[in-house]
């Protein structure tokens, strides 16, 4: 089997926890996908005159598909990127303004529940009742990524032939350059940033079910964010009296240029939790974490894309 043959579909459930049947139209373009399958096994630890033990029991089962996207407009504004449903699974909103710009934003209440599959030249590996969680890796002179994680309440491993008649989207992905980087007011050089929106996906049981849940939801996020911008003096930044004071400031930065291309990331209250010293290149350096914060709620992070 060659790795290179992959394809990942995912598609929202009509009814929840309901496996749904992929079409061509559902392929999306990825990379490094890994299915993991996860089944309860109980032992038996029963008493006999001999030491072998006994087959245990497979009880409660679950899987996650994780996989990466590059992070990209659809390369016409107002039309949704192909890792809109992706997003949308993580506990997203989506808002479209017609030929203008698509924005996505957390959500506290109706998100959807997917079928993941994945098929990796022959095999096709599905779950279903799934939601996810996503990071966005921004490192300079490189393309977004998205690296997403689902989990889904159900698997299925058979062979099946891969999709066809697929057609992807061929917008090229913009680089981390040229990106009007301000956090809290300050044009900070780094060379990375990082947010998790770190939602917490709780399985929900239920013995009714062959694999004993209904479904997947996500019932908490903690967003957090890490930057690693070189070390100023206090008189130009003050990293140090922000992190004391619990200060919270805006964060910005762009992505792309062309119209239909164009990613801006928002952060109303990015608050710093911890730095640590690190060197770049030999340049003094900050490792620092921060959490985003709510300012009226479901708004603490925006991918606008236009």
Same mark, same amino acid.
């Given at each position: 089997?060659?790795e290179?043959r992959t394809?990942?579909?995912?598609?929202?459930?009509?009814t929840e926890?309901?496996?749904?049947a992929?079409e061509?139209t559902?392929a999306?373009?990825?990379?490094?996908?890994?299915?993991i399958?996860?089944?309860?096994?109980?032992?038996?630890?029963?008493?006999?005159?001999?030491?072998?033990?006994?087959?245990?029991?497979?009880?409660?089962?679950?899987a996650?598909?994780?996989?990466?996207?590059e992070l990209?407009?659809?390369?016409?504004?107002?039309?949704?990127p192909e890792?809109?449903?992706c997003?949308?699974g993580?506990?997203?909103?989506e808002?479209v303004?017609?030929g203008?710009?698509?924005?996505?934003?957390?959500?506290s209440s109706?998100?959807?529940?997917?079928?993941?599959?994945?098929?990796?030249?022959g095999?096709?590996? %599905?779950?279903?009742? #799934?939601?996810?969680?996503?990071k966005l890796? !921004?490192?300079? &002179?490189?393309? =977004?990524? @998205? +690296?997403?994680?689902f989990?889904?309440?159900?698997?299925?491993?058979?062979?099946?032939?891969?999709?066809?008649?697929?057609?992807y989207?061929?917008?090229?992905?913009?680089?981390?350059?040229?990106?009007?980087?301000?956090?809290?007011s300050?044009a900070?050089?780094?060379?990375?940033?990082?947010?998790?929106?770190?939602?917490?996906?709780?399985?929900r049981?239920d013995?009714?079910?062959?694999s004993?849940?209904y479904?997947?939801?996500?019932?908490?996020?903690?967003?957090?964010?890490s930057?690693?911008?070189? %070390?100023?003096?206090? #008189?130009t930044?003050?990293f140090?009296?922000k !992190?004391?004071s &619990?200060?919270? =400031?805006a @964060? +910005?930065?762009v992505?792309?240029?062309?119209?239909?291309?164009?990613?801006?990331i928002?952060?109303?209250?990015?608050q710093?939790?911890?730095?640590?010293?690190?060197?770049?290149e030999?340049?003094?350096?900050?490792?620092?974490?921060c959490?985003?914060?709510?300012?009226?709620?479901?708004?603490e992070?925006?991918?606008?894309?236009t």
């Amino acid at each position: 089997m060659l790795e290179s043959r992959t394809q990942l579909a995912i598609k929202v459930e009509g009814t929840e926890g309901s496996a749904e049947a992929p079409e061509n139209t559902d392929a999306v373009l990825h990379r490094n996908a890994k299915f993991i399958p996860d089944i309860a096994m109980t032992q038996r630890d029963m008493r006999s005159s001999s030491l072998s033990q006994f087959s245990a029991v497979p009880g409660k089962r679950q899987a996650a598909i994780e996989f990466e996207m590059e992070l990209k407009g659809s390369g016409s504004a107002g039309t949704a990127p192909e890792s809109g449903i992706c997003l949308k699974g993580c506990g997203f909103t989506e808002t479209v303004d017609t030929g203008v710009s698509v924005t996505y934003t957390p959500a506290s209440s109706s998100i959807g529940s997917y079928t993941l599959l994945l098929y990796e030249d022959g095999i096709l590996h %599905k779950i279903w009742g #799934a939601r996810g969680t996503v990071k966005l890796i !921004l490192k300079a &002179g490189e393309p =977004g990524i @998205l +690296s997403f994680s689902f989990i889904g309440a159900d698997f299925s491993a058979t062979d099946v032939a891969l999709l066809s008649g697929c057609s992807y989207d061929s917008t090229l992905p913009p680089a981390f350059l040229s990106a009007q980087l301000t956090i809290d007011s300050y044009a900070a050089l780094l060379s990375s940033l990082e947010i998790d929106i770190a939602n917490t996906l709780a399985l929900r049981e239920d013995a009714n079910k062959e694999s004993g849940h209904y479904s997947t939801i996500i019932s908490k996020r903690m967003p957090v964010m890490s930057i690693d911008p070189e %070390k100023v003096l206090v #008189a130009t930044y003050d990293f140090y009296g922000k !992190l004391r004071s &619990g200060n919270e =400031g805006a @964060l +910005s930065t762009v992505l792309g240029g062309t119209a239909g291309n164009i990613c801006t990331i928002t952060a109303p209250k990015v608050q710093y939790t911890k730095i640590d010293e690190a060197e770049r290149e030999g340049i003094r350096t900050l490792g620092i974490d921060c959490q985003l914060n709510r300012s009226s709620g479901d708004d603490e992070l925006s991918l606008a894309f236009t």
